[in-house]
């Protein structure tokens, strides 16, 4: 069985900051790690995800994360943050074998982004 | 536009009534997902199907019932069973045996008891 934790609830940080949204894990098998946005009353968008390769992963939007397999973390960071990127964080890993499609996620972290 | 549609976005419900949420997607994915979101518990997965005709209970399914005819529709009602329905639902789909697991989710319904 996998279990996911997200460390934080809530972060706030002032534009411009920078910031981490730290995510472990828990899985006696290999997984793909995946990190999803939700913006208030909207479903969730695939952030970037962590399929092989690079251990370095970066979305479109400047956020960027690492796989540290020996740590089993998948920590979420960006350099400096805008207004636009309150929301909440979720964090989901899928086994890569006996593989039933399933996600399991994390609790959220809310990223609050104040002027 | 391929992706999934979740109606309707508000959804006010008598208590003791049953009410059914819609999920349908034009994304031609085998697999299909119904989760419940509360405030600092994340995601918790209620019910998912992977083939028509198919489907499998998630971690909090009492109280709720699915069907799936078609490949493109998942309904989820939630039943008068369900002591505390009030939440904001997600339906997502992905590749059935994707290797990758990839979930698209549709953008919710908030359903409230009254």
């Known amino acids: ?115 | 536009d391929g992706g999934i549609t979740q109606s309707p976005k508000y959804l006010f419900r008598k208590e003791g009534q049953n009410v059914t949420l819609s999920c349908e997607q034009n994304l031609n994915h085998d697999a299909m997902y119904w989760y419940r979101q509360d405030p600092g518990q994340g995601l918790r997965l209620i019910y998912y199907s992977q083939i028509v005709n198919d489907f499998q209970k998630g971690d909090i399914a009492e109280g709720y019932s699915v069907s799936r005819e078609k490949k493109e529709s998942f309904p989820l009602t939630v039943t008068s069973a369900q002591k505390n329905p009030t939440a904001f639902y997600l339906c997502a789909s992905n590749l059935a045996g994707g290797p990758y697991n990839e979930q698209f989710f549709g953008p919710g319904t908030r359903l409230t008891v009254l």
Not at chain 1, 83 to 112: H, M, W
């Open chain 1, 1 to 115: 069985a996998q279990s996911v934790t997200q460390l934080d609830s809530q972060v706030p940080v002032f534009e411009e900051a920078p910031v981490e949204l730290r995510c472990n894990y828990s899985s006696s098998v290999s997984v793909y790690l995946f990190w999803y946005v939700q913006y208030p009353n909207q479903g969730l968008q695939l952030l970037l995800k962590y399929l092989s390769g690079s251990t370095l992963v970066e979305s479109i939007n400047g956020f960027e994360a690492e796989f540290n397999k020996s740590q089993t973390s998948f920590h979420l960071r960006k350099p400096s943050v805008h207004i636009s990127d309150t929301a909440e964080y979720f964090c989901a890993v899928s086994p890569r074998s006996g593989n039933t499609g399933k996600l399991i996620f994390g609790q959220g972290t809310t990223l609050q982004v104040k002027p």
